[in-house]
Structures are given as structure tokens and as C-alpha cells.
């Protein structure tokens, strides 16, 4: 050490020495007096230890450096933030997705949003047209129009379309396993109203990977599913460079109890999965990565692990790029994130409590950085249609964390504290080695068709599960300060069947008066496409303007790739 | 007689319709595996002609639904309906996920034995399959 005086050792010895001292003097008798709480005390997800106390001598040990941890905000890695001025500047993007009533009245839904000074939509779409089917076919009955829009032609999508477009300036569609034929819809419906596509952002979420992991809403085998959202990262890569071809919904993975560093891992190896399939396609790094890094990440009730979550996600992301593919623009280094409280800690039981668990995950959120944006599910989500209040208080949490706490005032306020940093580089670190793991294995693909990820879920699910059912963690309303006398209601959507009849209607009279020589060629075209490699964007748009329907098109895939059924091997069960 | 009474409980596990959320299916999954039963999953997406098939087919003692979706008023009574035809209504029929109270009745007199509606405990769905377990055997023994 250069210095003239003080300690012979390094200050982090003397402060470990220190703090053993202070140990066996201070703290020992005390706790002998007074026993601990708890037998263990541990994070949530993780249940890593939690030490009574961090030191400068915690960030030896991990070997923290501050600037190849940290750095500065805007620059490598990231971990501080991804902009140079953090939110002095502006806030993060405030959204909110609160569903958007079903069927054909989403234009009449779209447009009062838009009045309300709201400049983006997020389209669902029913559980038929997620899963690849037109509203008549007998397997998804009862579904149609109830869980988003019902699509089965260009006709529909059409009529949702008529709205003004002078006002939406993004648009987020939720189609992941019949993607091309949603895109090609898409572009159809803005072709026929005139629309130019460069005039507004489309999204498409295009993470079928994530659904073999959980969720489920899959139809082909996953190598097919990858090569079917290449097709449209390359297609909109190439035609429609403004536009978003894919968010990794790593939101999708924390309720199904991932946790933090798995998360990380699986959603970073899917999105390498990605990459590495459009690199395939001859573009390279610097152009391909930063179309592949949205991202969409939870935080849950775990205070700290979900801000350090937020921040390890940033420097893993930059890590990666640089690090296995030698990437060099600031673009392609920096994750995008939309942070969000987790639907997960919510309870059916004395919903009012959401509101303060809305408000504490929503300042883990922020002081974590917050992503490019933020979304606040509403209190009520657990057990009912979103009242309007619940929206009105959803949208004052962001205000309240943005305007009143101050934790926006100043860039990653957190940074330093010996537990955040000690708990960052934990999670880092641990995130690579299961990612390792998930390379050596193959890569995400891999991964899935072993039912390697499910399995780890699904054991993460059980023993969450036992957690709360053994009472190690208390929840209140569900195993602590339970009111007896509580009662629960669940209002659940009821089958409206006059308006799934009208759409089947539709569709049926539709395929009555359309040319069907031009569609069965036009669905051939969706088959060659299929078999011989080429892109399916384009095939699958020759079928949207001659209205094949989007179960005939995703049956011509269905021909040709087969589907994907998971057992309890590949479920996680 | 006595080993056979030691026999495993074989339980089908299977998702109805659309909605393939799949945490909760998943805990019962290793609940029930837990509790030395042996578990069956058919795979999501089911439709009930499916499901019924696939019972027959595994020789199953129970067969459990997960159903997140709205359709449970009509599938599950055609589950039990098809069980019933093809004479495998000796099976426990049981069902859980959203399912609202004033649903149960209905569903019950079409032929699910059990309604475990969101936030059961898997150690009473465990305890209720064990002890249904049981009289049965004691029922075939008599």
C-alpha cells in the first residue's frame, strides 16, 4: 500500500478483522441474549444466505472492481445505467397494458386510448389465434374473442385497423408460433388502408423459444419454431429496419418461477439462440444484436433481488455481446428493457395489500434503472376484471416512485452498497456458469428439447410452492394476518356465445366467396416455403391478400413441420 | 391381494382446452409424485375425447384436470360424460384451477368427484386422493 501510514494490511483485511472482532465482542452476545428471528435467513428465489452484515472485506471477496464492474452510466457495461444522464433527463417511458375488451369492438377500445393521449397499443389476441386456429374449428371452442381479438382473416385485422394512425406511433402484437402469418397480416391490413409502415413502430414479440420453456403457447417443434422467427427477424431486418422483431418476455419465465439467475441465463441463451440463427443469414453483430435486445423483466417482493437483477441483466447482456461475439456499437452492448412488478406476488386475498406491494416492486423497479420503460399490473388483476379504479391507481404508482420518492434523482443511487454489489456480482456470476452450462449442452434449443429448462422449473415450482405451504415464507393474506371471515370473489369472463357464433359465421362465409384456386396455390406457396428454406414472410402474404385464413395458413405449416407435443419429461413434471 | 393394495395410485394429469399455464399442474405433478402415486401427463391442449382415451388407455385410477379457462363448464362434463360411455366411470374424476364456487354444483352433478379451486394445498389433495385410495380398496376387498 502506498501510504505513508495507518494499517500494515489492506484496509478490506483490517475490516474483515474488524468485522470478525466485531462479531465475537458486539453482535455475539447479543444474539445469545436475544435469538434470531428465523433459522435461516436467505434471499426469496434464490434462498441464497444473507449475511447479517456487508463490508468493504464482502467486496474483496467476490473481487469487486469498480471499473470493470460498474463503469460509468452509458458506457460499459452498463450496469450503472444504459443512459449518461440516468432519468434526470427524461423518466422511463410510463405504459400500461390493461387489456383491450375482445373481438371486434379493439378499434373502439384502440381509439379511446389514443384520445387519452396514450401513443401505444399492445394487440392480443385470442387463445385460437395464438395456438394456430380459425374461431370454427371444434378444438378451440369457447375460447373465441375471449382472452384478446379473434384474427381468422385479413378482414378482421382490417376492421381493428380503423384507427388513427396519425396518433399511434407504436404498436406491440402478441403472436408468437403463427408469427409470419400474423406479420404478413399485418402488412397486408396496412398495405390495403394505405398506411406507411415507416411512419410507426411495429413490434412483434416473436419469442417462441420462451413458450416450450413454459407458458406452452407453441405449435411446431422448436428447431422449426426458431426458424419460423427468424424468417421474420430477417424479413423486418431487411424491409422494415424502424420496426421490432422480437421482445425475449423474460417476464414470462419469473412467473413461472425461474429465479433470478436463471432467468438471466435461459432468456440470454434464447436470445443467443436467435442470434446466432440471423447471423446464419449473412448480417452481422453489430446490425443483428440490436434488434435481439428487448427485453421484458419482472421484479418480484425480493427488494434487492430484483434490483440487482435489473442491473446484472444489463452488464450480462454487454458482457455477452462483447465477449462471445465481439460486438462493438454502444447499440448492440446495451440491453432494452421494460421493467415490471411481477403479477405473482399479487393475492386473490385483500387485494387493497397490492397496492403497497405495486408500489414497493415499482421502486425495486426504478432504482434498478428501470429498463427504457415501465408497466404496472393492476391491484385487482388476481381476481377480476381491472376495475377502473385499479387502473387509475396503477398509473399514479409509477407517478408517485417517479415525482415523490427521489430515487430518480440521482444515477443507480444504490451502487456502492456492499450487499447490492456483493449481490450483483453473485447473480452475474452465477447467471454465466448456468449459461455455460446451457452452451455446453448445445445452446437454448438444445436445452429445451432435453426439457433440461422445464425440469429446472419445474422443481423451482414445486419447491416455491412448499415454501409458502410450509409457512417459511410468510405472505400476507394467504398464510399470515389471514382473515377468516374474508370473502373471495373470482370474476371470471363468461362465454358470450352469440359473438363466438357471429365470428364463425365470418370466417365460414368468407372461405364461401373468395377465389379458392388462388388460396389453395397461395397455401401450397406456404408449404414450398416450408420445405425448401425459403423465407415464409413473403409466401405467407401472397395467402393474407388472397384471404386464406390464419388456421389454414398455420395448417399448411403444421403439413409440413408436424407439431410439438411436450410429455411430463419435457414439461417439467 | 396385499401387494396389490401397495399398487401405486396411477393418476392422469392433463390440461383441457386452449390455456396452457402450466405452474399449477406442475406442483400437483410433483406433489402427487412425492406422495409415491405415479403420475401421467398427456400434454396441453386436450380436448376431452383426448383426455378420456388417454385414461382408458394408461389404466388410470384418477384422472386430474387443470383448467385456467372458461370452458370448464362444458368440457368437464363432457369428460365425465365420455368416461361414463366407455364405462370407465369407476375412474376419480377431479378437477382444479379457476373455477368459480357457483360453478362447482353444476360440475358435481355432472360427474367431478372434487373441485380443488385456486390456492389448495397439495397436502389435502394428497390426503383426499390417499384416503378415496383407500375405501376403494376396502370396498374391493369386502
Known amino acids: ?74 458506457e460499459y457495461p452498463y450496469t450503472r445505467s444504459n443512459r449518461p444522464n440516468g432519468h434526470r433527463s427524461d423518466f422511463w417511458t410510463m405504459t400500461q397494458v390493461t387489456g383491450f375488451g375482445k373481438g371486434e369492438d379493439w378499434a373502439k377500445r384502440a381509439r379511446y386510448m389514443l384520445d387519452q393521449g396514450l401513443s401505444g397499443l399492445i394487440l392480443e389476441y385470442d387463445l385460437a389465434t395464438t395456438n394456430g386456429y380459425d374461431s370454427d374449428d371444434p378444438i378451440v371452442e369457447g375460447e373465441v374473442g375471449r382472452a384478446g381479438m379473434a384474427l381468422d382473416s385479413l378482414e378482421d385485422l382490417d376492421k381493428a385497423f380503423d384507427l388513427p394512425f396519425d396518433k399511434l406511433k407504436y404498436l406491440m402484437s402478441v403472436c408468437n408460433a403463427p408469427q409470419p402469418v400474423n406479420l404478413a397480416m399485418i402488412i397486408a391490413a396496412l398495405e390495403k388502408r394505405g398506411i406507411d409502415p415507416g411512419d410507426f413502430v411495429l413490434h412483434i414479440v416473436n419469442g417462441i423459444l420462451i413458450e416450450y420453456t413454459c407458458v406452452g403457447r407453441y405449435i411446431y417443434p422448436p428447431d422449426d419454431g426458431l426458424r419460423i422467427a427468424t424468417d421474420c427477424i430477417e424479413y423486418i431486418i431487411r424491409n422494415h429496419p424502424n420496426w421490432a422483431p422480437i421482445s425475449i418476455i423474460s417476464a414470462q419465465l419469473q412467473p413461472a418461477k425461474a429465479n433470478p439467475v436463471q432467468e438471466i441465463a435461459y ?292 403439413d409440413v413441420f408436424g407439431v410439438h407435443s411436450a410429455d411430463s419429461q419435457l414439461m417439467g413434471i | 391381494m396385499a401387494t396389490e393394495y401397495k399398487r401405486p395410485l396411477r393418476v392422469l394429469l392433463a390440461k383441457l382446452g386452449m390455456d396452457t399455464h402450466t405452474v399449477g399442474i406442475t406442483i400437483i405433478g410433483h406433489a402427487l409424485r412425492e406422495a409415491g402415486m405415479e403420475v401421467i401427463f398427456t400434454g396441453l391442449k386436450q380436448t376431452p375425447e383426448m383426455v378420456c382415451a388417454a385414461a382408458i388407455q394408461e389404466d388410470v385410477d384418477v384422472v386430474g384436470i387443470s383448467t385456467l379457462s372458461a370452458g370448464h363448464t362444458r368440457s368437464l362434463p363432457k369428460l365425465a360424460r365420455l368416461l361414463r360411455e366407455a364405462g370407465a366411470d369407476d375412474k376419480l374424476l377431479v378437477a382444479g384451477g379457476v373455477i368459480p364456487e357457483e360453478d362447482k354444483a353444476l360440475l358435481e352433478q355432472a360427474g367431478v368427484h372434487r373441485i380443488f379451486t385456486m390456492g389448495s394445498d397439495t397436502r389435502d389433495i394428497v390426503a383426499y386422493l390417499e384416503s378415496w385410495w383407500e375405501t376403494r380398496r376396502a370396498e374391493e376387498a369386502a
Request: net charge negative; charged share 30%.
Open chain 1, 1 to 74: 500500500m502506498n501510504r505513508p501510514t495507518g494499517p500494515l494490511v489492506p484496509p478490506e483485511t483490517h475490516i474483515a478483522q474488524e468485522a470478525e472482532r466485531w462479531q465475537e465482542e458486539t453482535r455475539g452476545p447479543a444474539v445469545a441474549a436475544r435469538s434470531e428471528r428465523r433459522d435461516r435467513f436467505e434471499t426469496q428465489a434464490l434462498k441464497w444466505p444473507i449475511k447479517p452484515l456487508y463490508t468493504p472485506a464482502d467486496l474483496d471477496a467476490v473481487g469487486f472492481d469498480y471499473m470493470a464492474d460498474l463503469g460509468f452510466p452509458g
Open chain 1, 267 to 558: 432468456s440470454l441463451a434464447i436470445a443467443c439462440a436467435h442470434i446466432d440463427a440471423v447471423l446464419e443469414r449473412g448480417l452481422d453483430i453489430d446490425t443483428v444484436a440490436p434488434y435481439i435486445n428487448h427485453f421484458v423483466v419482472n421484479v418480484d417482493m425480493d427488494f434487492f433481488e430484483g434490483i440487482c437483477k435489473l442491473r446484472a441483466f444489463r452488464k450480462c447482456w454487454a458482457r455477452l455481446m462483447k465477449e462471445r461475439y465481439g460486438a462493438t456499437r454502444p447499440e448492440a452492448l446495451k440491453i432494452r428493457m421494460m421493467t415490471s412488478p411481477t403479477t405473482i406476488a399479487l393475492t386473490l386475498q385483500q387485494p387493497l395489500n397490492n397496492i403497497a406491494r405495486l408500489g414497493i416492486m415499482a421502486t425495486a423497479c426504478a432504482l434498478g434503472g428501470a429498463g427504457e420503460a415501465m408497466t404496472t399490473p393492476l391491484y385487482d388483476e388476481a381476481h377480476a376484471l381491472p376495475a377502473e379504479n385499479a387502473i387509475r391507481v396503477g398509473a399514479a404508482i409509477q407517478h408517485i416512485v417517479a415525482y415523490e420518492t427521489g430515487v430518480a434523482e440521482t444515477i443507480d443511487p444504490l451502487a456502492g452498497s456492499y450487499y447490492v454489489e456483493t449481490l450483483t456480482k453473485q447473480m452475474e456470476d452465477a447467471a454465466f456458469a448456468e449459461l455455460d452450462k446451457v452452451f455446453a449442452m448445445g445452446g437454448a434449443v438444445k436445452a429445451i428439447e432435453t426439457g433440461y429448462i422445464q425440469r429446472a422449473l419445474g422443481r423451482e415450482q414445486y419447491e416455491r410452492n412448499k415454501d409458502i405451504e410450509e409457512g417459511r415464507r410468510k405472505w400476507v393474506g394467504v398464510n399470515h394476518l389471514v382473515r377468516a371471515d374474508e370473502e373471495r370473489e373470482i370474476e371470471i369472463f363468461r362465454l358470450d356465445d352469440a359473438m363466438e357464433e357471429e365470428q364463425i359465421r365470418k370466417v365460414r362465409d368468407l372461405r364461401g366467396r373468395r377465389d379458392q384456386v388462388a388460396v389453395d396455390a397461395a397455401l401450397e406457396g406456404i408449404r414450398d416455403a416450408a420445405r425448401n428454406g425459403a423465407n415464409l414472410v413473403p409466401a405467407c402474404l401472397d395467402a393474407v391478400r388472397v384471404y386464406a385464413t390464419h388456421g389454414e395458413m398455420c395448417n399448411a405449416m403444421r
